[in-house]
């Protein structure tokens, strides 16, 4: 359907000037609030920090932006904290009157460039403002997980929770940085602050051994659980050949994934903003329709765009 | 109590066998094998940067301490892969007896940018009496948590009462020195408990009182059965000035319990040591990563002195 969003254009805000990336959406009854993580122009050494904010659509027309919000829903962490450098990519959902969010947190590393954790804050006004629940990340590393846990999405089936999120296995050493190796995984709770991890990759690699996923996306339509991703080549990824690609998963118990890219039903567009790349799906269901976020070029650098779901899943 | 002060028990830069590094020993632990004290400790290299890598080697004591029996043959666990939380030390090294094997829990380094480090506690598992380790895996068991957001480590484990406890350090937060601008952390002591030395549980909040103020930095606890209770020793200092004021570095601390719950702090116990402590001695600006272990009936704490234990390690053994 077209692009939504452009950062580029955006005037006024210094957390946002580059990139608008990792989707997510809270509905309401008369707008639609899109949480997007953005970056402030990069400093003397070239390096970004991520600030998550929103955007509200309107409900009846979904390529009419309402507001943009003023200012991030979270500052960074403290000094030395692990999300110092950035807040991205963020996952919501109500829980109890407030808005519980979960985010990946960033920190900078000396011999890798960064490391992730999970993140978890709250909002008692309707996701305008979020406090974190501690200082520290509600998910960290472990035995089998030892770096890079991002990507969370949130859910909530059968009176359990669910986190699905990336976990990195190894870093790989190429000509100009380290590039890391993660794929899709989830943990459960009963209370979304307490996770079981099950320490299994659940999405077999289609490109290579050291395939990287991200943006597990899961929704259930009445009969099964589909999963929408994203994936890409782990060394020189930052072009149209061995860059980012949507796929897509169903399962009938949200442990055993059967994966089926094809079924995707969306690749690179003809527009500028999408022709080399599309990553970071999140679907959503509106009104009767099923609808997709998802990121273009360079993840995101150029804003994100809507598809509609035409077909049966 | 009453200690009697051996002095030095070793010298990295003395001994032949650690020829190739650049000195310190840090934190001995010891782990008992055959009627030896086989003691591991922190030893360090420089990388190609210029800056330090802790190894973790042992030397052997017969029972007393009064004689070095042997050494380590290689270093007994290798560094962590690129990008995890041991890439670049491991520092303190804890061994514990389960059953037929020993586990050791590690406390990992790795360089952060905005702050010097951060740390996690890893396990590593012996099959041959403490000579070599195998990691669990390329994690942490034991990483930051919500309210324990950076520098878990220093983990001591011991098997009491049908249950795995644990007693670690936790940061607090990092404040940035009022002239110099270098952060540095506040770190506290606290406990966790477990069915199997592997999965832990964290009783949430700090055990001792604080006898520094707030950013009084708790660091290496160690614990002991003896005499009918638990007794703990660690080390503690002032968050700033600490490397080069005597006065605001590390000394050592005590308590003790009963119900290895509630601790009952009382420095003066182990600060008797050192009444007579002389300008020049080895252990004089600073006492620190201390060790409690009975040997042959008899008590010892073992520790570093000045400069981290650069020099090496010492012990002094209660006089009864």
Same mark, same amino acid.
């Given at each position: 359907?077209?692009?939504?969003?452009?950062?580029?254009?955006?005037?006024?805000?210094?957390?946002?000037?580059?990139?608008?990336?990792?989707?997510?959406?809270?509905?309401?009854?008369?707008?639609?609030?899109?949480?997007?993580?953005?970056?402030?122009?990069?400093?003397?050494?070239?390096?970004?920090?991520?600030?998550?904010?929103?955007?509200?659509?309107?409900?009846?027309?979904?390529?009419?932006?309402?507001?943009?919000?003023?200012?991030?829903?979270?500052?960074?962490?403290?000094?030395?904290?692990?999300?110092?450098?950035?807040?991205?990519?963020?996952?919501?959902?109500?829980?109890?009157?407030?808005?519980?969010?979960?985010?990946?947190?960033?920190?900078?590393?000396?011999?890798?460039?960064?490391?992730?954790?999970?993140?978890?804050?709250?909002?008692?006004?309707?996701?305008?403002?979020?406090?974190?629940?501690?200082?520290?990340?509600?998910?960290?590393?472990?035995?089998?997980?030892?770096?890079?846990?991002?990507?969370?999405?949130?859910?909530?089936?059968?009176?359990?929770?669910?986190?699905?999120?990336?976990?990195?296995?190894?870093?790989?050493?190429?000509?100009?940085?380290?590039?890391?190796?993660?794929?899709?995984?989830?943990?459960?709770?009963?209370?979304?602050?307490?996770?079981?991890?099950?320490?299994?990759?659940?999405?077999?690699?289609?490109?290579?051994?050291?395939?990287?996923?991200?943006?597990?996306?899961?929704?259930?339509?009445?009969?099964?659980?589909?999963?929408?991703?994203?994936?890409?080549?782990?060394?020189?990824?930052?072009?149209?050949?061995?860059?980012?690609?949507?796929?897509?998963?169903?399962?009938?118990?949200?442990?055993?994934?059967?994966?089926?890219?094809?079924?995707?039903?969306?690749?690179?567009?003809?527009?500028?903003?999408?022709?080399?790349?599309?990553?970071?799906?999140?679907?959503?269901?509106?009104?009767?329709?099923?609808?997709?976020?998802?990121?273009?070029?360079?993840?995101?650098?150029?804003?994100?765009?809507?598809?509609?779901?035409?077909?049966?899943? | 109590?009453?200690?009697?002060?051996?002095?030095?028990?070793?010298?990295?830069?003395?001994?032949?066998?650690?020829?190739?590094?650049?000195?310190?020993?840090?934190?001995?632990?010891?782990?008992?094998?055959?009627?030896?004290?086989?003691?591991?400790?922190?030893?360090?290299?420089?990388?190609?940067?210029?800056?330090?890598?802790?190894?973790?080697?042992?030397?052997?004591?017969?029972?007393?301490?009064?004689?070095?029996?042997?050494?380590?043959?290689?270093?007994?666990?290798?560094?962590?892969?690129?990008?995890?939380?041991?890439?670049?030390?491991?520092?303190?090294?804890?061994?514990?007896?389960?059953?037929?094997?020993?586990?050791?829990?590690?406390?990992?380094?790795?360089?952060?940018?905005?702050?010097?480090?951060?740390?996690?506690?890893?396990?590593?598992?012996?099959?041959?009496?403490?000579?070599?380790?195998?990691?669990?895996?390329?994690?942490?068991?034991?990483?930051?948590?919500?309210?324990?957001?950076?520098?878990? !480590?220093?983990?001591?484990?011991?098997? %009491?009462? *049908? &249950?795995?406890?644990?007693?670690?350090? $936790? /940061?607090?937060?990092?404040?940035?020195?009022?002239?110099?601008?270098?952060?540095?952390?506040?770190?506290?002591?606290?406990?966790?408990?477990?069915?199997?030395?592997?999965?832990?549980?964290?009783?949430?909040?700090?055990?001792?009182?604080?006898?520094?103020?707030?950013?009084?930095?708790?660091?290496?606890?160690?614990?002991?059965?003896?005499?009918?209770?638990?007794?703990?020793?660690?080390?503690?200092?002032?968050?700033?000035?600490?490397?080069?004021?005597?006065?605001?570095?590390?000394?050592?601390?005590?308590?003790?319990?009963?119900?290895?719950?509630?601790?009952?702090?009382?420095?003066?116990?182990?600060?008797?040591?050192?009444?007579?402590?002389?300008?020049?001695?080895?252990?004089?600006?600073?006492?620190?990563?201390?060790?409690?272990?009975?040997? !042959?009936?008899?008590?010892?704490?073992? %520790?570093? *002195? &000045?400069?981290?234990?650069?020099?090496? $390690? /010492?012990?002094?053994?209660?006089?009864?």
């Amino acid at each position: 359907m077209g692009r939504v969003f452009n950062p580029t254009e955006v005037t006024g805000r210094p957390w946002l000037k580059e990139f608008a990336q990792a989707p997510c959406t809270l509905i309401f009854d008369d707008f639609v609030r899109v949480y997007f993580s953005s970056r402030p122009h990069a400093d003397t050494n070239g390096q970004y920090v991520s600030y998550t904010g929103y955007l509200d659509l309107d409900r009846s027309n979904l390529f009419r932006i309402i507001r943009i919000a003023d200012e991030p829903i979270l500052p960074l962490g403290d000094l030395g904290m692990f999300d110092e450098f950035g807040v991205y990519p963020t996952s919501v959902m109500r829980c109890n009157g407030r808005v519980r969010a979960y985010y990946g947190g960033w920190t900078r590393c000396s011999s890798v460039p960064f490391n992730v954790a999970i993140g978890c804050a709250e909002s008692r006004d309707e996701g305008k403002t979020f406090a974190r629940l501690g200082p520290g990340p509600i998910m960290s590393y472990s035995v089998q997980e030892p770096f890079i846990l991002s990507g969370p999405k949130v859910r909530f089936f059968n009176g359990k929770w669910y986190l699905f999120y990336i976990a990195g296995s190894k870093w790989l050493v190429s000509e100009d940085r380290p590039e890391p190796v993660y794929r899709i995984r989830y943990a459960t709770s009963d209370d979304g602050l307490n996770w079981t991890k099950v320490n299994l990759d659940i999405i077999k690699p289609a490109l290579e051994a050291n395939e990287c996923q991200a943006s597990p996306d899961v929704f259930f339509d009445g009969s099964r659980y589909h999963m929408f991703f994203c994936y890409r080549y782990s060394l020189n990824y930052r072009n149209k050949e061995r860059g980012y690609r949507i796929g897509y998963a169903f399962s009938h118990d949200l442990v055993n994934w059967q994966r089926n890219d094809s079924m995707a039903g969306i690749g690179v567009g003809p527009d500028e903003w999408d022709s080399e790349m599309v990553s970071y799906p999140h679907v959503f269901e509106l009104d009767g329709a099923t609808y997709m976020l998802y990121l273009g070029n360079q993840v995101g650098r150029f804003g994100f765009g809507l598809a509609h779901l035409d077909s049966a899943l | 109590m009453k200690w009697k002060r051996l002095g030095l028990l070793f010298e990295p830069k003395k001994a032949k066998h650690f020829a190739g590094y650049e000195g310190f020993a840090q934190s001995p632990q010891v782990l008992q094998v055959d009627g030896l004290n086989r003691t591991y400790f922190s030893i360090r290299t420089k990388d190609v940067q210029g800056l330090f890598r802790s190894h973790v080697s042992y030397v052997d004591f017969d029972g007393s301490f009064s004689r070095v029996v042997g050494y380590a043959g290689k270093e007994v666990i290798s560094l962590g892969e690129l990008g995890t939380f041991d890439e670049h030390g491991i520092f303190p090294f804890s061994p514990c007896r389960v059953g037929d094997t020993v586990f050791a829990y590690t406390c990992g380094w790795s360089r952060r940018v905005s702050v010097s480090v951060e740390t996690a506690t890893g396990l590593a598992i012996s099959h041959d009496q403490g000579e070599s380790f195998e990691r669990l895996g390329n994690g942490p068991i034991m990483a930051n948590a919500l309210h324990e957001p950076f520098l878990v !480590g220093d983990s001591f484990v011991r098997h %009491y009462s *049908g &249950n795995f406890h644990m007693w670690y350090i $936790f /940061g607090q937060r990092w404040i940035s020195h009022p002239h110099t601008k270098v952060p540095e952390r506040v770190y506290k002591i606290a406990y966790a408990k477990s069915k199997d030395g592997i999965q832990w549980t964290r009783l949430g909040q700090t055990i001792l009182n604080d006898r520094l103020g707030v950013n009084e930095c708790q660091a290496l606890p160690s614990v002991v059965f003896w005499d009918d209770q638990y007794h703990m020793v660690f080390c503690y200092r002032d968050v700033f000035d600490f490397r080069t004021t005597r006065d605001k570095s590390y000394r050592l601390g005590y308590a003790s319990s009963r119900d290895l719950l509630t601790w009952h702090r009382d420095d003066s116990q182990v600060e008797s040591a050192f009444d007579d402590c002389q300008p020049g001695d080895w252990d004089y600006n600073m006492k620190c990563y201390p060790h409690f272990c009975v040997s !042959g009936e008899r008590l010892y704490l073992l %520790y570093n *002195g &000045n400069d981290f234990g650069r020099q090496g $390690f /010492g012990a002094a053994m209660l006089d009864v």
